[in-house]
Antibody
Framework: EVQLVESGGGLVQPGGSLRLSCAAS????????MTWVRQTPGKGLEWVGNIQQDGNAKYYADSVKGRLTISRDNAKSSLFLQMNSLRPEDTAVYFCARDFIGTGSHDHWGQGTLVTVSS | QSALTQPASVSGSPGQSITISCTGTSSDVGGYNYVSWYQQHPGKAPKLMIYDVTKRPSGVSNRFSGSKSGNTASLTISGLQAEDEADYYCNSYSSSGPSYVFGTGTEVTVL
């Protein structure tokens, strides 16, 4: 069974940093693009960025470019989101998702981890 | 990377059909067949319902169908059931970036 479990969320002050993790199991992690998506409380979904299987290619939403960095450790079947220079508008539930090969969609999602940026 | 436009809410009675629209531009919805739809119940993770505009993942009811015309994609739910009450989001590949962009979301209410 495919499982994605996020961790690392919490309360952080504006300008601070946080590192989210996503532990994957039940599939060959190194064979899939992976994606981060966030959802502001009570609002819609926002694509954050994604990363190629070998970690060489990464793409980001304009709203996070230069502040959030996606990485992965295929040996540990783990995906990461390093969040720097955090702003109150980054407050959201962050989901990791597996990309459905060749389709541009996301077929498995974690349950999300809440990040709150507030003083 | 502006969000795709969806109606805020759509409602229907059990057994009826409803359609949710998702309007973008020629740089996203209109330019690629990488449109997907997600169902999200409160407090839950999104669930993939439609991918590549018209395809259903294994296990998704055939009451759900997708289509596209020009810059607008649509999700139709036929034979509406109480369990279909949820938020629905469209998503499309975008040449801007490149990146992906979600729709603004639609709340479906079963009357």
């Amino acid at each position: 069974e495919v499982q994605l479990v996020e961790s690392g969320g919490g309360l952080v002050q504006p300008g601070g940093s946080l590192r989210l993790s996503c532990a994957a199991s039940g599939f060959s992690f190194s064979s899939f693009w992976m994606t981060w998506v966030r959802q502001t409380p009570g609002k819609g979904l926002e694509w954050v960025g994604n990363i190629q299987q070998d970690g060489n290619a990464k793409y980001y939403a304009d709203s996070v470019k230069g502040r959030l960095t996606i990485s992965r450790d295929n040996a540990k079947s783990s995906l990461f989101l390093q969040m720097n220079s955090l702003r109150p508008e980054d407050t959201a539930v962050y989901f990791c998702a597996r990309d459905f090969i060749g389709t541009g969609s996301h077929d498995h999602w974690g349950q999300g981890t809440l990040v709150t940026v507030s003083s | 990377q502006s969000a795709l436009t969806q109606p805020a809410s759509v409602s229907g009675s059990p057994g009826q059909s409803i359609t949710i629209s998702c309007t973008g531009t020629s740089s996203d919805v209109g330019g690629y067949n990488y449109v997907s739809w997600y169902q999200q119940h409160p407090g839950k993770a999104p669930k993939l319902m439609i991918y590549d505009v018209t395809k259903r993942p294994s296990g998704v009811s055939n009451r759900f169908s997708g289509s596209k015309s020009g810059n607008t994609a649509s999700l139709t739910i036929s034979g509406l059931q109480a369990e279909d009450e949820a938020d629905y989001y469209c998503n499309s590949y975008s040449s801007s970036g490149p990146s992906y962009v979600f729709g603004t979301g639609t709340e479906v209410t079963v009357l």
